[in-house]
């Protein structure tokens, strides 16, 4: 067994804030929902490693009423500390905040935490 894909939440007409978020400030690569699916809205994403292969895949799907994810949260794991600390720097660049209060409290990785433009939690981790 192996994870497919992780959905979160945004509310109605909030797909270009998570086309920044998840696109620009994680870099992750939107792809085209199926077309049975288009008409509800919202976008995917997915990330690849050298040889092409989908390594991590995130939908954000349309909920009315929307209540965004505090807890329940994806978590992605970058190569390098330098790849996580560039995200951080994109993200506060881009006006977010970098929750690192739990740095260094999952055994072998370093991690911090932080909102998509819509309030749900997203926690990111590069090895230690």
Do not use: S
């Not at 994810?69 to 992605?76: G, S, Y």
């Not at 390098?80 to 209060?101: K, N, S, Y």
């Amino acid at each position: 067994m192996r994870l497919h894909h992780v959905q979160v939440a945004c509310p109605p007409g909030g797909e270009d804030a998570v086309r920044r978020f998840y696109g620009t400030v994680l870099g992750l690569t939107e792809v085209a929902k199926p077309e049975a699916l288009r008409a509800r809205g919202g976008a995917w994403f997915r990330a690849h490693d050298d040889a092409g292969a989908v390594t991590a895949e995130i939908h954000v799907g349309v909920e009315e009423p929307f209540v965004p994810a505090r807890k329940a949260h994806p978590a992605l794991v970058v190569a390098t500390r330098a790849d996580l600390e560039a995200i951080a720097v994109r993200v506060e660049g881009g006006g977010g905040e970098v929750d690192r209060r739990q740095r260094d409290t999952f055994p072998g990785h370093v991690r911090f935490h932080v909102l998509d433009p819509h309030g749900n939690r997203v926690e990111l981790l590069a090895p230690a």
